[in-house]
Structures are given as C-alpha cells and as structure tokens.
C-alpha cells in the first residue's frame, strides 16, 4: 500500500472513531471494540479527527457570537484577556454582565494558593465587581489602589474598591491616601515620593492583575460627573486632543498619554505603556468607544471585558 493510501486509511479511522464519540455518543471503549484497536488507538483517533478538522461543531446559542468576536479582538489588538458578554437591548449601557465577568475573574485569581497581588482602578464596573465577588479567606494576597482616593472636598471617593475587596478576603490592602489631584505640579511630584506612597507604588507594580474602568472625555466624563475635576479641567482636557482616560490618566485617540492638564498633578499610578501585567479594562457602551478602541491602539491595556455591541463598534 502507498504512503499516501496508509495516510488516508487511518485518516477514515479517525473519521469513524470522531464520528462514534462525538455524534453517536459512545465511549472510548466501546470504539475500542467496534473498530478493534486499543484504547490507546481510539484516543489518538479520536484526537487525530479534531486536529485535522474532520468533524466541526456550530454552537448554537447566543455566547457563540460573544466567542467569536472576543476571538477577533484579541487577534486585532494582540490582547492577553478578552471577554465579550451579550448586550442588555432593554438597557445597552447597563454594567451587570460585565461587572460579572469581572467578578468571575477576580474569584478565579483569589481562588489560587500562590500569593497574587491584585491592583485595582475606581469606576461602576470595577466597584460592582468587587460587590460580586464571594467571601474567602486567602490573607495571603494583596489589594493595592491604583487612584488617589480622595476628592477635591476632601470626602473619599464613592468608588473606591480596594477596602471592600479587602473586607471580603482578609488580604492587606494598600490603598491611595493622596487627592487625586493635587494643586500644583510640584507638590504632586513631591508627595509621590514620600515613603508610604512608594511602597504602594512598588507593590502596584508587581501586581499579577490590574483591573481597571475606562471612562470617556465629554460633557458626561465619570471624572467630572464623579466630582474628580472641575468643568474648566476637562474642558482643558478636550482641548488637548484627550478622547478617554484611565485611572485618571488621559489619553488621546492614538492612546498617547496627553502632555498637560491634570496629567501633571495627577497622583494615580501611571500606567505602563505598553501594559506589562495582566492589565484589563471594563467598559462598555457607545459614549466609550473612541476612549476604549484608543487605549487598544496605544498598547495601555492588553485585556478587555465589554459587551457585544460595544465590540462590534469596536471592530467597524
């Protein structure tokens, strides 16, 4: 017999054996006694029929068109990390299904024995996350904030998440006991350096995982909303070119850090560009798109948790 008969004659194996497990539902013993070979052979058949794409699957149901563009993100943009959930039509910006996706994530990190430092950003997905994640003793993590936590009033931020993750998990917690922004350059570059905001800063950047919110540059901006910056400094913002920010940091739509504005009193921990940890972003809806495909394209984030709507925006 040729080479190429023996090649198609154990390829017609594997398609009987792919055919007898996946769709008639037998086991691998029993092909093991219908074709009369080992076990052994009707596993490797069974695998040979996968890797030569003998037999496909369709999923049918509403996640597979989730996967399939979570697929074609992560190719576009070189990500680490990508989920896409189905979009709410009854409420399109709604953060659940996100916020949930994140949840699973954090739980899966804190699920583990190794000793993981997780860094966490402000925002609603973020803090509804957190609020999601079970309770579990794991005192051997640590959660450490990314953003100054304190507003220009001087009231902490309603966001603020690495105490409640804390709470839920027994991990130290290094939180950000600096405003979020601080008057003047100068006095931004001098408090950064003040020895307990080192050490947090020296623990954030060995963190395994950064989970952080993208918020969008317009009249609507959560940092304004939020009370973070007056209408004056966003509107300084805007005029610089930024199109989004994240942890504060804003950025313009090729996803270059802006030059100026609060940027230079800003005292959140910049972001490393390109992201060298497991840095993923949550955000989803039409006012984010610009901020979230910038942040992609600018390498500032290598993860994203988003819905399908905003990922099909995304991709156009």
């Known amino acids: 017999m040729a080479a190429n008969d023996g090649d198609k004659s154990r390829l017609d194996d594997a398609a009987r054996a792919g055919w007898l497990y996946f769709i008639a539902g037998h086991t691998q013993d029993e092909i093991a006694k219908m ?3 080992s ?3 009707a596993q490797r058949l069974v695998s040979l029929c996968l890797a030569e794409r003998l037999i496909t699957f369709r999923l049918e149901h509403p996640i597979a068109s989730c996967m399939e563009i979570a697929a074609r993100l992560k190719d576009r943009f070189d990500l680490v990390h990508c989920d896409v959930v ?9 953060a659940a299904g996100i916020a949930e996706r994140c949840a699973n994530l954090l739980e899966l990190t804190l699920r583990s024995e190794t000793p993981a430092i997780i860094a966490l950003g402000t925002g609603r997905a973020v803090r509804a996350a957190v609020e999601r994640v079970s309770p579990v003793d794991r ?3 640590q959660i450490v904030s990314l953003v100054g936590n304190i507003l220009a009033d001087g009231s902490a931020s309603f966001f603020d998440t690495v105490g409640r993750l804390a709470d839920r998990t027994g991990a130290r917690h290094y939180p950000m006991p600096l405003p979020f922004l601080m008057e003047t350059q100068d006095e931004r570059d001098r408090m950064v350096r003040i020895d307990a905001i080192a050490k947090v800063k020296a623990v954030a950047d060995r963190s395994d995982l950064k989970l952080i919110g993208i918020g969008q540059m317009d009249q609507k901006a959560q940092m304004h909303v939020d009370g973070f910056v007056t209408r004056e400094e966003l509107t ?3 005029r610089l070119g930024a199109v989004g920010e994240i942890t504060g940091w804003a950025y313009d739509a090729k ?3 802006i030059e100026g504005g609060t940027n230079r009193r800003l005292t959140s921990i910049p972001p490393d560009v390109p992201a060298k940890a497991l840095t993923i972003a949550a955000a989803l809806g039409p006012a984010k798109i610009s901020a979230i495909r ?6 500032l984030i290598n993860g994203l948790i988003t819905d399908e709507a905003t990922a099909h925006a995304i991709l156009a």
């Open 35 to 37: 074709l009369q070979v």
């Open 39 to 41: 076990r052994a052979s």
């Open 86 to 94: 189905p979009t709410d039509s009854a409420a399109p910006s709604a």
């Open 139 to 141: 005192p051997e993590h």
């Open 236 to 238: 300084e913002l805007m």
């Open 255 to 257: 996803g270059k850090l």
């Open 294 to 299: 910038a942040a992609l394209a600018g390498r």
